[in-house]
């Protein structure tokens, strides 16, 4: 099997990242509508869901035209996810809340908006064709995913009895 370049390996990376993006922000979901009301922090993570959804589509067909390196590409992205869903059920136990899962989902985000920037700096010099625009489309939207899940975080905590026992 063909060996990955340093920035062939962020690729796997940001494609596994928006394929766990889809189970957490459904994971999520399902913590918020347990606790009910918030329908506008439904909405986002539904958005989000789909954003990840069309991020994997997209960096599924770029990979796809490197030549030779789609097949490890995607074995990188499926270890990836794997990580990242590992964190998520770590992090995300059985007395999790929506707060934890916003929590959770800032993190990530954080983390999205890093390996974006990162491909888009190794691509200075590695002038992958169509990488470019890709990284450009994506970064804003993980930008606005981060945005979006701290002021989620912050609009539950204030929801949250601060003297309550944890």
Known sequence: MAELTAI????????GLAMAA??????????????????????????????AKETEKRTTELAEALDGKKTVILEKARETKQEATEMMSTYLG????????????????????????????????ARIPGLQELVDWATPIQQRHLKDTLQGSLELAGDEDPNEPA
Do not use: Y
């Open 8 to 15: 062939e390996s962020k690729i796997g990376e940001v494609l």
């Open 94 to 125: 059985d007395d999790a809340d929506a707060l934890d899962g916003f929590e959770f989902l800032t993190m990530a985000e954080a983390g999205e908006v890093g390996h974006w920037s990162i491909v888009g700096k190794l691509n200075d010099r």
């Open 22 to 51: 889809q189970g957490a922000t459904q994971k999520v979901a399902k913590l918020v509508e347990d606790e009910g009301e918030h329908d506008d922090l439904r909405q986002t993570l539904e958005r989000m869901h789909e954003e």
